[in-house]
């Protein structure tokens, strides 16, 4: 990303002769280049920050102040090290060449300047000099900048806020804290694309909410830091339910995007500014822990909503497999709760699959190697997704495990046997029954005692021979 800014030089010489004939030059070769003159070294930083500098030319002897004098007054300085500066003298001796390279010369040349001088080498050095200038203030500029939102990184972020801390115009100043809710989710089900694409959308609406003199900050992954300036608490308060209104309009495929926020004020030049942002970190996380369950299951909801919408077939599908799930933890004589965990298991079982191309999902014909792939992914998804919800954590490794094979040749990860988890076990069975059971794009629906067949033909194989036994005579009465 190359920084827009001016060519600007400075030359800074006490002779007006050998300022105009080093700016004629400047000028003819890089007619781009603005040069601007000093006739000595007085207020020299505060021009060089006022007009963006990107190359100084600086004289060695000069009778106010010296060259060397000014190079390290340059050096010093943390607005103005990096810029390279280019010595000249009439005569420059071994060891004060030395100095003036220790002390961060880019470069020298002698005057008077040889036709060679004015025509190749003092152009050449200066293009190279501005060249390297702008380098460096892309690599400044590509480490304060979050490369996705275009916002600061946390670092240069808390570097500012140190600073303006001790400004006592920036008083009161508030400190904003927010934290997307439900991220994970957007990603595991539909991309991190999409997710990235919101969080794009939301730093510009914090951005656009915010006074122009806030610094807004990418704080984290889902994590966002705000610095209002000349702000107070009720101000802040207005800001993020601003911030919180204009968010709660993203919306894809019916799932909103929603925020927690927390907010704390600087009113008093002695008050800490690291306990000001700290405070406001921790009344976001209570903020999130409040909305946190209610937003993770309402968006769990939508997605099993929208994965319904899409595909009404695995709707069905996965109710079919819920009511035999019913049953068969009965038949199991589990207990009241594991019968409805294993209840909700088979109406989430396929969750994963908002992820899969909805094409391939109703593809009538056979699936290529690729389209296959897609479609193994699913239990992984659907691990993942639900993994994001505290209240269904529960149910991840099952969902992950309910395509792996008794004798150890099914997928993700190859379980075998007992190492299967025992509602996957379970789960498997009844998910191959109804889909054998049921019309598909691809495939004629088997008779109840063919699919029976195929359980018992494929038990130690693909399925609990001892499950199966239970499924058939106590589920399905045959």
Not at 102 to 114: I, M, T, V
Not at 136 to 146: A, E, G, Q, R, Y
Not at 151 to 156: A, I, M, Q, S
């Amino acid at each position: 990303m190359r920084c827009d800014l001016s060519c600007n030089v400075l030359i800074i010489d006490d002779s007006m002769v050998d300022r105009n004939i080093v700016s004629k030059i400047i000028k003819k070769n890089m007619p781009e280049v603005t040069v601007f003159e000093s006739a000595d070294g007085r207020n020299i930083l505060d021009l060089i920050v006022k007009h963006n500098i990107m190359t100084c030319v600086l004289d060695l002897i000069m009778p106010e102040k010296d060259g060397i004098e000014l190079l390290s007054e340059i050096k010093s300085n943390l607005k103005t090290r990096n810029i390279p500066v280019i010595v000249c003298s009439g005569a420059i001796e071994t060891d004060v060449l030395q100095r003036v390279l220790q002390l961060g010369a880019y470069d020298y040349f002698s005057k008077p300047l040889s036709k060679e001088a004015m025509n190749v080498s003092l152009p050449l050095k200066v293009r190279n000099a501005i060249e390297l200038m702008k380098n460096t203030l892309d690599i400044v500029h590509l480490s304060k900048i979050d490369s996705l939102t275009g916002l600061f990184r946390r670092e240069h972020f808390k570097k500012e806020i140190e600073t303006i801390s001790e400004e006592w115009d920036a008083l009161p100043f508030s400190i904003l804290m927010g934290d997307v809710n439900g991220l994970k989710i957007f990603n595991d089900a539909y991309g991190n694309h999409i997710g990235d694409r919101f969080l794009v959308k939301i730093a510009d609406i914090i951005k656009h909410s915010c006074p122009a003199k806030s610094l807004v900050a990418r704080w984290g992954g889902d994590e966002f830091a705000i610095l209002l300036p000349n702000t107070n608490k009720l101000d802040a308060e207005n800001y993020i339910s601003l911030i919180k209104k204009e968010i709660g309009k993203l919306n894809h495929e019916g799932l909103n995007i929603s925020m927690a926020f927390g907010s704390d004020t600087k009113s008093l030049q002695r008050h800490d500014i690291s306990k000001v942002l700290i405070n406001a970190e921790d009344a976001m996380f209570r903020d999130k822990i409040l909305e946190d369950v209610s937003i993770r299951n309402s968006m769990l909801a939508t997605v099993i909503h929208t994965l319904n919408a899409k595909n009404p077939r695995e709707e069905a599908h996965s109710r079919r497999v819920s009511e035999y799930c019913e049953k068969m933890g009965k038949a199991l004589n589990l207990g009241e709760k594991d019968v409805r965990d294993l209840k909700v298991i088979g109406l989430l079982h396929d969750i994963g699959k908002i992820a899969i191309d909805e094409h391939i999902l109703n593809k009538p014909g056979r699936l290529t190697e690729e389209e296959w792939l897609q479609i193994k992914r699913h239990p992984e998804i659907g691990g993942r997704i639900l993994s994001s919800s505290k209240e269904m954590t529960q149910y991840t490794e099952i969902i992950l495990s309910h395509h792996e094979k008794f004798d150890g040749s099914g997928y993700p990860n190859g379980l075998k046997g007992n190492l299967i988890p025992y509602f996957s076990r379970v789960l498997t069975i009844i998910d191959s029954y109804d889909a054998m059971t049921c019309e598909r794009t691809y495939k004629n629906a088997m008779s109840s005692q063919e699919a029976v067949s195929e359980l018992i033909r494929c038990s130690d194989t693909q399925f609990d021979r001892e499950l199966v036994s239970i499924f058939v005579n106590s589920v399905l009465c045959l």
